[in-house]
């Protein structure tokens, strides 16, 4: 099932979070410093030892003081006008989130815009890459939250959504 919810991402008791970090994995800005916050310093400390993060893959780290278990962290695409392969590389943001979920009995996951904040992905055409790969996988897990931060985000992932479902 997918769900588009209003909601902080740190505050769901989720199997797993997606984090929309930055390369070095180390904290940020958005979503990502809202983790980092809500995790508590240990997760610093913990992806010191991860040794960053390729654009497009994913690192795991415990959700330490989080409700949730588990914290997938992605490096979206930063946005250059659509010709540099930023369509794909979200797609890969997406599916190596749920190919590692799969690894580890993660169940229920919830996922921010990734890319669409300070990296300025167009929010349409970021929605529809993530709710297609939500959809392909939308079977194998029970729960799959599209987390939006605004009502602006629920109206544009819940049109997105329609269509793709007609
Ligand atoms: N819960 C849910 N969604 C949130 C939250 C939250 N607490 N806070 C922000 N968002 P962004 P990016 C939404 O900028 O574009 C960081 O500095 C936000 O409204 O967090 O992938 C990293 O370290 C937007 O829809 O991520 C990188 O340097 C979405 O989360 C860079 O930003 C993603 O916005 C990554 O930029």
């Not at 997760?43 to 949730?68: D, I």
């Not at 979206?76 to 580890?104: D, M, V």
């Amino acid at each position: 099932m997918i769900e588009i919810l209003r909601a902080d991402i740190t505050a769901l008791k989720v199997d797993a979070i997606v984090n929309a970090a930055n390369n070095s994995l180390l904290g940020g800005g958005g979503v990502d410093g809202a983790i980092h916050r809500a995790a508590g310093p240990e997760l610093l400390e913990f992806n010191r030892t991860l040794g960053g993060c390729g654009t497009g893959q994913v690192k795991l780290s415990p959700g330490f003081s989080l409700p949730a278990r588990w914290i997938i962290h992605t490096v979206g695409p930063i946005w250059h006008g659509g010709e540099k392969g930023e369509a794909e590389l979200l797609g890969k943001c997406y599916r190596n989130s749920f190919q590692l979920a799969l690894t580890h009995d993660i169940k229920t996951i919830a996922f921010p815009g990734i890319s669409t904040g300070i990296y300025g992905y167009p929010k349409e055409s970021a929605a529809k890459i993530a709710l297609t790969v939500m959809q392909q996988y939308e079977a194998q897990l029970i729960l799959i939250i599209s987390c939006c931060f605004s009502m602006e985000d629920v109206d544009i992932y819940s049109r997105e959504l329609e269509k793709l479902r007609q």
